[in-house]
């Protein structure tokens, strides 16, 4: 109704018009019955329609109904309005008849609105069915209370049934509205009942006008006043309700509602049917027979209806229940029943086994009881929110809710579950919950979220969970009084050699058990990789301290002074591993946080440090500053400058001069690499390194070993009988082809194999011995000669000369420059030279640059020499001025 106040102006001024008429046709009790109908309509529709604008947006169903049922009552006033005018036409059904006929229809739409329908509702079929059978035996009683002798009477049958159709009509009509409103579960239905009974006066009070319009009477004024009092009590009905407070459902009635409106068709038909059975005793009548008759074949068909679903429903139950149960019990889970307010209705025997208690005692229990205090509230408002739908006279809600909460067991462990919780099929008042425990579902989420951030060689944090909580500690804390520690194993790759991977991981154990005691509480530990360890130090120094680093000066020293621990608690006393002790010393570096530094490049100041720290020897601790960084820069842009320079032959080999000390005579030559980029000399101290950390080393390498082979196979060629020396990398001595590669270059060259000496350090016999000393006879085979060089350097000088089959020893530069200033260094060297002639070995000075050095090499016997004194490195096209070189042209 778009302007419902239109409508009943509209209605009012049509009634006043039926007053009028009332007064000028009809008597006394006719103006009475008027008046009073038209009052009490429009009373009925300015309440109903006042009321819907007053619900709440969320009940639509309820205003709907209402101005439904205020439609019927301002129909049912124009019906009345216009009755008086209308009854003195010659029809049997007058227009006053058809407005109140459609009245009737929309006040029982109305009243069927104005209801939460039934949990379980009907088919329109077996609606209709129990409609009628309902009408039909109320109609079957008055037809031998009432109807049949006025039927007897009547001298036509066709304006009998004529002037019954609109009490016959309300009859369906509050048959078919009234089972619908009696089931609802809604709880307010005030207004729903109060159609049901505005439908029921209505219907005897228009069977007591058709009566008297069948005698030629007219109505009595108490059934006129029927239907008016009843739209009275509709007027009122709307501002009765009220929103009853949340509280738990009630406990299900012995026999529910639903029940009752379902047999109500077939207790009047009982009725009905004894009614007719005395009547037909006392004296048959066809009417009455059809009537009784199609009766009974209704309810024949409606009971085998209902016989046919109900048994098919029951045996879906069944199988679900039964299906239910059987896969709870196959996955372990636990079924429970239980009402809204938590109260446990029946129990799984499974619960026993998962969480030893017998069913017998929880039924009956709460289940709050046995929850989690902290998991207590979000349940509650689960069970709510599934019950609340109908304390609000909504549907219920079919949706599935799933929780995750923690159970106390038997033992007083909480476990934690997943629930899933639906209504129950069979009673709405219930809920169906089926448990899941999850405790290894979670107890293996937990490792694995362990595993993912600590290390599972000593228990510590790994690298990932590092490097997050240093991002952490640099978003939320600033740069003030952040510092990280990087620590390295020195020698631990010897460790793996000799002992083995596990012996190794063994030893990584021990030395975090030792760290972790260094550590104090709010630093964070953790391995890093390999044979590195990391440490955040996150107080809250603050201050200005250190260069931009927002530390303190004694806060930048405690971190120091922690970094020093650590290397001490490392290298305090040697470790058990495989019933032997290894001694580890450890490279430290430290770097600061500061303003504007990201986590990434304050753990890469720390490792710049920490490589410091081992590029010096190891055994130490270094702070990270700026000129570290532009090293390591300037590093890698050498090593990306390296490919570039091999391809496009930047490289040069210069040869320096070793001398016969006793005949001055040149006797080889070493070969030096020289590099010159874009125009500038680079020292090799500065490329060498780097081509052996990027792999370059090897072919740069092959390249100086064929073109020396070449070159010198080519003097030798012309008479001069000199020999090569060429030093060996660490990468180049372990590559797969080392040995080949030296075999074809001897080949190609020409050059003989005993005119070439190889030099290895000592450092290369240590690592990977076996590996090394293999390659290193293979070369000895070939008659390749070999050279230790800086002998008596190394740790292991003496061991190694009984295991390689050497034919030279070189004498490190720092025992030749101490040679006439320092006692010590000249006895050194003099033992060495001693020990060279006593293993029929050539021994090879490095280093001699000044005139007393070289004399005294002459007093002790030294065999060969080099250095700046006795020839300096030269390009191979000035190498023939060394063909007739003496000694005393040198110097």
């Not at 019906?79 to 006929?101: E, I, Q, S, Y």
């Not at 820069?633 to 390296?642: K, V």
């Amino acid at each position: 109704m778009r302007h419902p106040w239109a409508a009943v102006a509209a209605a009012s001024g049509i009634g006043m018009a039926g007053i009028v008429a009332a007064l000028i046709t009809g008597g006394a009790s006719t103006l009475i019955v008027a008046v009073a109908g038209v009052v009490t309509g429009l009373l009925a529709a300015g309440s109903l329609i006042t009321a819907a604008a007053r619900v709440a947006p969320a009940h639509r169903r309820q205003p709907a109904g209402w101005r439904w049922l205020a439609s019927g009552s301002l129909t049912w006033l124009l019906g009345v309005g216009v009755r008086p005018a209308a009854d003195g036409t010659p029809f049997v059904l007058t227009f006053a008849d058809l407005l109140m006929l459609a009245g009737s229809l929309l006040l029982a739409i109305g009243t069927g609105l104005s209801v939460q329908p039934p949990a379980y509702s009907r088919g329109v079929l077996r609606q209709g069915a129990d409609a009628y059978l309902s009408a039909a035996s109320i109609f079957a009683v008055g037809w031998v209370a009432l109807l049949g002798p006025a039927f007897h009477k009547a001298q036509d049958a066709g304006a009998f049934f004529f002037t019954m159709a609109l009490p016959v009509v309300c009859l369906l009509a509050a048959c078919a509205v009234a089972p619908a409103v009696v089931a609802s579960r809604s709880g307010n239905r005030v207004v729903g009942l109060t159609g049901v009974g505005v439908l029921g006066a209505v219907t005897v009070s228009e069977l007591a006008t058709a009566l008297a319009r069948l005698q030629g009477d007219v109505p009595p004024l108490a059934a006129g006043l029927v239907a008016p009092a009843a739209f009275l009590v509709l007027a009122a009905a709307p501002w009765t309700q009220r929103e009853r407070p949340r509280k738990p459902p009630p406990m299900p009635a012995a026999v529910p509602p639903r029940v009752l409106a379902a047999a109500t068709p077939l207790v009047l038909v009982a009725v009905a049917t004894v009614v007719v059975t005395l009547y037909g005793v006392a004296g048959p009548d066809g009417t009455l027979a059809v009537a009784a008759g199609s009766t009974v074949l209704v309810l024949l068909g409606r009971l085998f209806v209902l016989l046919v679903e109900t048994a098919g429903m029951r045996r879906l139950v069944d199988v679900g229940e039964r299906q239910l149960r059987r896969l709870a019990e196959n996955t372990g889970d636990v079924v429970l029943v239980c009402d809204h307010g938590g109260l446990i209705d029946e129990i799984g025997r499974d619960v026993e086994a998962m969480y030893g208690y017998r069913p017998d005692e929880l039924t009956g229990r709460s289940i709050f009881d046995y929850i989690h205090p902290e998991d207590v509230p979000g349940l509650q408002a689960l069970l709510r929110r599934m019950a609340g739908a109908d304390e609000d006279g909504g549907a219920r809600s079919q949706e599935i809710c799933r929780i995750g909460c923690r159970i106390r067991a038997a033992d007083g462990t909480w476990r934690p579950t997943e629930s899933v919780a639906t209504p129950h099929v069979r009673n709405n008042e219930l809920i169906l919950v089926t448990v899941r425990d999850m405790s290894d579902q979670v107890a293996l989420r937990n490792q694995v979220t362990h595993l993912t951030f600590h290390d599972g060689v000593t228990g510590l944090p790994n690298r990932a969970y590092f490097e997050e909580r240093v991002r952490e500690v640099l978003t939320h804390r600033g740069a003030g009084g952040a510092a990280v520690i990087f620590l390295d194993l020195d020698g631990f790759t010897a460790v793996n050699d000799s002992v083995g991977h596990a012996s190794g991981d063994y030893l990584l154990g021990q030395a975090a058990r030792r760290l972790r005691s260094a550590v104090r509480s709010d630093g964070t530990l953790a391995r890093w990789g390999g044979d590195e360890f990391a440490v955040l130090l996150e107080g809250g120094m603050a201050g200005s301290g250190m260069a931009g680093s927002g530390m303190s000066g004694s806060d930048a020293q405690t971190a120091v002074d922690l970094a020093e621990r650590l290397l001490r608690t490392v290298s305090s006393e040697p470790f058990r591993v495989a019933d032997r002790d290894m001694a580890l010393t450890a490279s430290v570096g430290v770097a600061f946080a500061e303003d504007g530094l990201t986590a990434g490049d304050l753990l890469r100041n720390a490792d710049v440090a920490m490589s410091r720290a081992k590029g010096l020897g190891g055994r130490r601790v270094e702070v990270f500053a700026t000129h570290m960084h532009a090293d390591v820069l300037r590093r890698l842009e050498i090593a990306s400058d390296l490919q570039r320079a091999l391809l496009e032959n930047q490289f040069a080999i210069e040869y320096q001069p070793v001398v016969d000390l006793a005949s001055a005579r040149v006797m080889a030559v070493e070969a030096l690499v020289r590099w010159c980029r874009g125009g500038t000399f680079v020292p090799p101290e500065q490329f060498l390194g780097p081509a052996e950390d990027t792999g370059l080393i090897v072919p740069l390498s092959e390249w100086i070993l064929r073109e020396a082979c070449r070159e010198v196979a080519a003097w030798r060629a012309e008479g001069w009988e000199i020999g090569l020396s060429l030093n060996l990398s660490v990468r180049q001595i372990t590559a797969p082809r080392f040995v080949e590669t030296v075999s074809e270059a001897l080949t190609d060259s020409g050059l003989p194999a005993d005119a070439l000496t190889l030099e290895v350090i000592e450092e290369m016999l240590v690592e990977n011995a076996e590996d090394t000393i293999g390659r290193l006879s293979q070369l000895r085979a070939l008659g390749v000669r070999l050279a230790i060089d800086d002998f008596g350097t190394g740790y292991a000088s003496l061991a190694f000369l009984r295991q390689v089959p050497v034919d030279m020893i070189k004498i490190d530069p720092s025992f030749v420059s101490g040679l006439g200033r320092d006692e010590t260094l000249t006895l050194l060297t003099r033992t060495i030279v001693r020990l060279g002639h006593d293993l029929g070995l050539i021994v090879v000075a490095e280093g001699i640059e000044r005139p007393e050095q070289l004399d005294l090499l002459r007093e002790m016997g030294c065999t060969r020499g080099q250095g700046y004194l006795v020839g300096r490195p030269t390009a191979a096209h000035r190498i023939d001025s060394l063909k007739r070189t003496t000694l005393q042209n040198t110097g």
